[in-house]
């Protein structure tokens, strides 16, 4: 039997299931679509410097009640700037640097790569607005928009363009060591340094009158995304505004995909749980809401 919804507040327990990387491939596309279509997905973040940008928003254009939010991108990645306009932080392809790490520090320390890197942002909202379709929320590829410098920028441009809703990744480490049986030292530590990292993004949010989801699932369990788990999840949801998100692709086989084997592979598995009946039906069992960013109300 299942059980209910731990509701300390005694409201309704409101749950985004986002999907990251619309805008990446073809593939993808269209298995955000079917996600939405046959499934529980709610919301998608868009790659304006994807391969299949413009697929993406013809899509977009004719699910309208899915909710799209913006995805930046400052690694592993396109930029939407060209080379010669941000020589400092892609390579002669447009391509932004593979290691997170590096690229963040590259961004706090260089002066001139952090203004190529606000014209860069400046540029993919500017190429979203352009789309005509509305901001849902803000997000980035990989996090980095937890970076102080991506972060500021990320603030003031959702200001200009209207969007006051922005995901701040703040996972349940303890609830993933759960499942797992434990952690490990290398997983403390990231969520340590998580937790400081979004404890500000809260704070200067609420500041600005920003609305955000209290808690984030997928984080901890990046390319290992799981049925079991997302069940589980479910089952321990205790915030009043969540989300979860995952990476769909590869929705029939993994043959003929953009990307390597083992990555389409991970890609369908995700899909899978999104289109999944009895994963529906356990949502609806436990009385969660389904929603988007616009769906949740201000954290103040």
């Known amino acids: 039997m299942q059980r209910p919804v731990a509701d300390v507040t005694g409201r309704k ?10 805008g990446a491939s073809s593939q993808v596309n269209e298995a955000v679509i079917r996600a939405y279509g046959r499934g529980m997905l709610t919301a998608c973040s868009l790659m304006v410097s994807g391969h299949a940008f413009e697929d993406a928003v013809r899509l977009a254009r004719e ?21 010669a306009k941000i020589p400092s932080i892609v390579d002669t392809n447009g391509n932004f640097p593979s290691d997170p790490a590096l690229a963040g520090l590259r961004y706090f320390f260089s002066r001139r790569s952090r203004r190529e890197l606000v014209s860069e942002l400046e540029a993919q909202f ?32 959702g200001e200009q363009y209207g969007v006051r809703r922005m995901r701040v990744p703040l996972d ?3 609830l993933f060591s759960r499942f797992h049986g434990g952690g490990s030292f290398s997983g403390k530590a ?16 609420r500041a600005r009158g920003f609305t955000w989801a209290r808690r984030v699932y997928g984080h901890f369990q990046s390319n290992r995304m799981s049925a079991d788990y997302v069940h589980f999840v479910l089952d321990h949801l205790h915030e009043e505004t969540n989300e979860i998100y995952f990476h769909p692709g590869c929705f029939e086989t ?14 369908k598995e995700e899909y899978d749980i999104l ?18 960013y616009r769906g949740i109300e201000r954290n103040l």
Not at 190 to 195: D, I, K, L, P, S
Not at 275 to 292: C, Y
């Open 126 to 157: 500017e190429k979203f607005a352009a789309s005509g379709l509305p901001f849902s929320h803000i997000d980035s590829h990989l996090h980095l928009h937890v970076h102080p410098v991506v972060f500021e920028a990320a603030l003031r441009l």
């Open 254 to 267: 993994c043959g003929g995909t953009d990307t390597t084997p083992e990555a389409a592979a991970l890609r």
């Open 275 to 292: 289109v999944d009946p009895e994963m529906l039906a356990h949502v609806k069992a436990l009385g969660i809401e389904l929603t988007s």
């Open 190 to 205: 990231m969520a340590a340094v998580f937790r400081l990292l979004t404890a500000r993004m809260e704070k200067r949010l």
């Open 63 to 83: 699910n309208e009640g899915l909710a799209v939010g913006i995805h930046l991108v400052t690694v592993l990645g396109r930029s939407v700037l060209p080379p």
């Open 13 to 22: 327990v409101r749950l985004i299931v986002n999907a990251d990387d619309f």
């Open 172 to 174: 349940d480490y303890r």
